[in-house]
């Protein structure tokens, strides 16, 4: 039997059991930083209400004082469908809470950090949900953090997901195909920050890449990789392909389209 699971690394807003270490406390507390980043929002909100109709500052300043703020040491996963999704932030509710992955909320910046926090606190008051931006994207484009809808075929089935372009970590969706309880290929698909010029002392532009990989004696090897670089950003739509090369598969497309 072969089965198709998509792993996203990104963020989300899922109801989900937590496993691992958590630290934190509740109420007014401030782990990692995040009361003064979501704080922040608020007052972003508060100075361009038109822009954001169906949200209030209020509302969101009730929710943060409302909501208990946890950090996880170990990374977070939550399963839906074929999907199983690495997360930077999740929110539960009844009672409100944000666990942070310690990680990878300290690898964003705090433009970065204050688009995921909008996004989790619209979770939190029914707004938006798993793949549903229709609010903070706004956010996110006024953040300099661009998000995309994209989609992959190998001819048999559709996965969908979002990606994000952020300017100081890399998001990353893993496809992986298995055969009677085993994995025995791996799609890779990241976006994020890369370098045109190998000289230039920091990134110069934006690149999404895909890689498909076979399982070797002790890790995951790439067989196939296209990659494409935006200059100084990814367009606002775009089309990579891997073609079949036998005995790897069927061809790869990958579309994807800004939403932000």
């Given at each position: 039997?072969?089965?198709?699971i998509?792993?996203?690394v990104?963020?989300?807003?899922?109801?989900?059991?937590l496993?691992?270490?958590e630290?934190?406390?509740?109420?007014?507390?401030?782990?990692?930083?995040?009361?003064?980043?979501?704080?922040?929002v608020?007052?972003?909100?508060?100075?361009e209400p038109?822009?954001y109709?169906?949200?209030t500052?209020?509302?969101?300043?009730g929710l943060?004082?409302?909501?208990?703020?946890?950090?996880?040491?170990?990374?977070?996963?939550v399963?839906?469908?074929?999907i199983?999704?690495?997360?930077?932030?999740?929110?539960?509710?009844?009672?409100?809470?944000?666990?942070l992955?310690?990680?990878?909320?300290?690898?964003?910046?705090?433009?970065?950090?204050?688009?995921?926090?909008?996004?989790?606190?619209?979770g939190?008051?029914?707004?938006?949900s798993?793949?549903?931006?229709?609010?903070s994207?706004?956010?996110?484009?006024?953040?300099?953090?661009?998000?995309?809808?994209?989609?992959?075929?190998?001819?048999?089935k559709?996965?969908?997901?979002?990606?994000?372009?952020?300017?100081n970590?890399?998001?990353?969706?893993?496809?992986?195909?298995?055969?009677?309880?085993?994995?025995?290929?791996?799609?890779?698909?990241?976006?994020?920050?890369?370098?045109?010029?190998?000289?230039?002392?920091?990134?110069?532009?934006?690149?999404?890449q895909?890689?498909?990989?076979t399982k070797?004696?002790?890790?995951?090897?790439?067989?196939?990789?296209?990659?494409?670089?935006?200059?100084?950003?990814?367009?606002?739509?775009?089309?990579?392909?891997l073609?079949?090369?036998p005995?790897?598969?069927?061809?790869?497309?990958?579309?994807?389209?800004a939403?932000?």
């Amino acid at each position: 039997m072969k089965q198709l699971i998509l792993i996203i690394v990104m963020l989300g807003s899922f109801n989900v059991a937590l496993a691992g270490k958590e630290v934190g406390n509740g109420g007014a507390s401030n782990p990692l930083g995040f009361l003064d980043i979501a704080l922040s929002v608020v007052a972003d909100i508060d100075a361009e209400p038109a822009k954001y109709p169906e949200i209030t500052a209020g509302l969101l300043q009730g929710l943060i004082y409302t909501t208990k703020v946890l950090v996880s040491e170990d990374p977070l996963f939550v399963d839906y469908g074929l999907i199983h999704q690495q997360v930077v932030a999740i929110n539960y509710q009844n009672p409100n809470r944000i666990i942070l992955h310690r990680l990878s909320w300290l690898a964003l910046s705090e433009s970065e950090k204050k688009a995921i926090s909008f996004h989790e606190l619209l979770g939190l008051a029914g707004i938006e949900s798993t793949g549903d931006y229709h609010v903070s994207s706004r956010y996110f484009a006024s953040n300099n953090f661009d998000l995309f809808d994209c989609w992959l075929s190998d001819n048999t089935k559709i996965n969908e997901f979002t990606l994000s372009d952020p300017k100081n970590s890399w998001s990353k969706a893993y496809l992986d195909t298995i055969v009677n309880g085993v994995i025995v290929e791996r799609v890779f698909v990241a976006m994020g920050p890369g370098m045109l010029e190998p000289s230039a002392p920091t990134s110069d532009s934006s690149y999404i890449q895909i890689n498909r990989m076979t399982k070797g004696a002790t890790d995951w090897e790439n067989v196939q990789t296209t990659t494409f670089f935006g200059d100084p950003k990814l367009p606002r739509r775009f089309q990579l392909e891997l073609d079949k090369t036998p005995p790897y598969g069927n061809p790869l497309t990958l579309h994807c389209q800004a939403i932000n």
